[in-house]
């Protein structure tokens, strides 16, 4: 077993602004979800897994492999290597005029693992007509078919970039099943960007959010979701909180609000037993974003 991604030091300049520098990994038999706002840097990031773009510095590896460096030498992904990634992009990216059933012959051509019976099956499990041309697709069916001829070569990564966008919910149940399925061999990963944080919620196994370039925080969903918590606290309660010095109660932090102040607390449950009069309830992705991004020290 190997990281299935891996990045070192990349940083990578658009301008004014700097990737980086960017330490990633994606351990085999797991889903690493990618969070951040608009314009922070996840794009940029996976361009550079892709080699679509060249970092300035550092080095990123798929598969074991060093496909992507500052230095010259280590510029693109070799074509092996290409069978072995499927990907998700936030747009269809296949000819408008093109049928769904031309996609297929496509998919022949690219990639010598590709399964044929496979693409087809999913088709009819998406309700896409082969006759159909891209043009006449809804995007979240446009989703669907790249989702589908992504899957169809036997990819052991998946790169995944707003793949749920467009989707209704019960689409994405879909989506999930096709890719816990994915997950069952442990020889496989996915990395996921989306803005949708309740997808990652059902998923990921690890969260990483990148603000301004950075990374802000990386930390499992266990730990956000199970055992992290947003306490609601008066500014009596507050004050009460900040001078007691409990364990565990370092590096709080805090967002002030028109009726109180809530707390994002690492372990809720221990924050509940020092403190069992003050309310405190499960964090999510979202609620734990704000905090480390929005959020001030207490």
């Known amino acids: 077993m190997c ?13 004014d602004f700097c990737l ?36 300035d510095e550092g080095a990123v590896s798929i598969l074991g492999e060093t496909v992507c460096g500052a230095r010259p030498a280590t510029r ?33 051509v690219a990639y010598a693992r590709w399964d044929q019976g496979l ?16 043009k006449e697709l809804s995007r979240g069916m446009g989703m669907k078919l790249t989702l589908a001829f992504a899957l169809s070569h036997h990819p052991d990564l998946l790169i995944l970039d707003e793949a749920t966008a467009g989707l209704d919910p019960l ?39 990148i603000d301004d370039g950075k990374v802000a925080f990386s930390a499992t969903k266990d730990a956000i979701c199970n055992e992290a918590g947003v306490a609601h606290c008066s500014a009596a309660l507050l004050e009460r909180v900040a001078a007691s010095g409990a364990a565990g ?13 809530d707390v994002l607390v690492a372990d809720r449950f221990a924050f509940a037993r ?15 974003m704000a905090f480390v991004l929005k959020g001030e020290l207490l």
């Open 3 to 15: 990281e299935a991604i891996q990045t070192e030091g990349l940083q990578k300049r658009l301008g």
């Open 20 to 55: 980086g520098p960017i330490d990633l990994q994606v351990p085999q038999g797991t889903v690493v979800g990618l969070v951040g706002s608009n314009g922070a840097g996840k794009t940029t990031l996976i361009k550079c897994l892709l080699g679509l773009a060249f970092p």
């Open 76 to 108: 693109g992904i070799p074509d092996a290597l290409k069978e072995r990634i499927g990907v998700v992009l936030d747009t269809c990216a296949f000819l408008q005029e093109s049928r769904v059933a031309d996609i297929g012959s496509l998919g022949k």
């Open 119 to 134: 693409f087809e099956r999913l088709l009819g499990d998406f309700g896409l007509s082969s006759q159909k041309s891209v």
């Open 171 to 209: 689409a994405r149940d879909e989506l999930f099943d096709l890719l816990r399925d994915f997950m069952a061999d442990e020889r496989h990963a996915i990395l996921m960007a989306t803005h949708i944080t309740t997808d990652l919620e059902k998923l990921a196994d690890t969260i990483v959010c």
């Open 249 to 261: 109660l370092d590096g709080l932090r805090v967002m002030r609000r028109e009726y109180g102040t």
């Open 274 to 288: 020092n403190f069992p009069d003050v309310p405190v309830d499960n964090a999510s992705v979202d609620d734990y």
